[in-house]
T-cell receptor, first 115, second 108 residues
């Protein structure tokens, strides 16, 4: 079946603008994760969803970052008032149930550039 | 704090030579460890996990709790092994904590 998909694949925005990044997980996967991949910081966890609730949002770097998941499926990561340090590749992953025995499948990422 | 360290940012070996990518971790509980790989222009994917005790594409990794290490090894490197490799630790059975990654280049 189809893997995890993300849109857009690339996003260029101006400092101060808001952006929305979308993730479509593998059908039937209840767990969804957002990570950020940036130069010098490697891969950082942002937030974890189990169904529509987010039991762990400890990785969100500031209150400018928020995420939601609806219908136990699609998730949107919103960054308000973007800053240049937000430039990174944002990765989404999903897994069947969220336990560490379940493999996380990654999407292709959204490359965000803040000018 | 949970941490994964990959001391080598870059590693270059010749085809047919052995390769070892180092990974050390710090974790107060019983860790679950993984190696993920990202080939050029492909998405990040699981290579192997500690709990499976398997060999994938000729790679193996042994968890050494005494040395808190989970090094990735392959006896004979192939050109198609060139990629970015990430060691990761599972925290709280949910999120992954990644190392900084090692870019492996196999020279012909």
């Amino acid at each position: 079946g189809a893997g995890v998909s993300q849109s857009p694949s690339n996003k260029v925005t101006e400092k101060g603008k808001d952006v929305e990044l979308r993730c479509d997980p593998i059908s039937g996967h209840t767990a969804l994760y957002w990570y950020r991949q940036s130069l010098g910081q490697g891969l950082e966890f942002l937030i974890y969803f189990q169904g529509n609730s987010a039991p762990d949002k400890s990785g969100l770097p500031s209150d400018r970052f928020s995420a939601e998941r609806t219908g136990g499926s699609v998730s949107t990561l919103t960054i308000q008032r973007t800053q240049q340090e937000d430039s990174a590749v944002y990765l989404c992953a999903s897994s069947q149930t969220g336990g560490f025995y379940n493999e996380q499948f990654f999407g292709p990422g959204t490359r965000l550039t803040v000018l | 704090a949970q941490r994964v360290t990959q001391p080598e940012k870059l590693l270059s070996v010749f085809k047919g030579a052995p390769v070892e990518l180092k990974c050390n971790y710090s974790y107060s509980g019983s860790p679950e460890l993984f190696w993920y790989v990202q080939y050029s222009r492909q998405r990040l994917q699981l290579l192997l996990r500690h709990i499976s005790r398997e060999s994938i594409k000729g790679f193996t990794a042994d968890l050494n709790k005494g040395e808190t290490s989970f090094h990735l090894k392959k006896p004979f490197a192939q050109e198609e092994d060139s990629a970015m490799y990430y060691c990761a630790l599972s925290k709280g059975a949910q999120k992954l904590v990644f190392g900084q990654g090692t870019r492996l280049t196999i020279n012909p």
